[in-house]
């Protein structure tokens, strides 16, 4: 995107704008996994990587260590479409049988929209420390569900990584 991904404008709005309409609703414990001073402007508490250049697996581990929850809702700053009802619904069919609790719909598993346990911190330590940064190798490591999602509602998991996503976005939301 040639830019910070999470400052990217949809609807005249930052993708972390978006993401964070949709979850005030459920908490307003939000912290963001920043190593930019880019997200000053938001008021929430900013984390930095613990470990740099870990992607993904990286984030959700900082996220998880500085967390004073047992579950955790992570959301990658990317999908600008996700909605607090569907938001809900992850949060309502997650249990304490699973540490991770996903989306997937019938095209891939959404890993970045999840519920995430700090019990798989030490998982995540190790996948780390190995340079297995894979995401579905994470999954395929801990005790998850994947919660089906179809039709529209899985649009909002569209996330954006490149430029002609975003005009295709913006030209579909446009019909809409």
Same mark, same amino acid.
């Given at each position: /995107? ?17 993401? !964070?309409?949709?979850?005030? =609703? ?30 993904? %697996? ?20 990317? %999908? ?30 959404? =890993? ?7 019990? !798989? !911190? =030490? ?11 894979? /995401? /579905?190798?994470?999954?395929?490591? %801990? ?34």
């Amino acid at each position: /995107m040639q830019s910070e991904k999470g400052l990217v404008l949809f609807n005249k709005k930052p993708f972390i704008e978006h993401i !964070i309409e949709a979850a005030l =609703p459920i908490s307003n414990e939000i912290q963001l996994v920043t190593n930019t001073s880019d997200y000053d402007y938001l008021p929430y508490k900013k984390i930095k990587d613990i470990e740099l250049d870990k992607g993904p %697996v990286g984030g959700i581990y900082s996220a998880l260590v500085h967390s004073n929850s047992d579950n955790n809702l992570i959301l990658s700053c990317d %999908v600008p479409l996700i909605s607090t009802e569907l938001l809900l619904e992850l949060i309502a069919k997650h249990t304490s049988n699973f540490e991770v609790s996903v989306f997937g719909d019938e095209n891939k598993i959404h =890993p970045l929209i999840g519920i995430y346990s700090k019990k !798989i !911190i =030490p998982i995540l330590k190790k996948a780390i420390e190995e340079n297995d940064l894979k /995401m /579905m190798h994470l999954l395929e490591k %801990v005790n998850h569900q994947i919660i089906e999602v179809a039709g529209e509602r899985s649009k909002q998991f569209k996330n954006v990584n490149s430029l002609a996503e975003l005009k295709e976005l913006n030209t579909k939301i446009g019909r809409l």
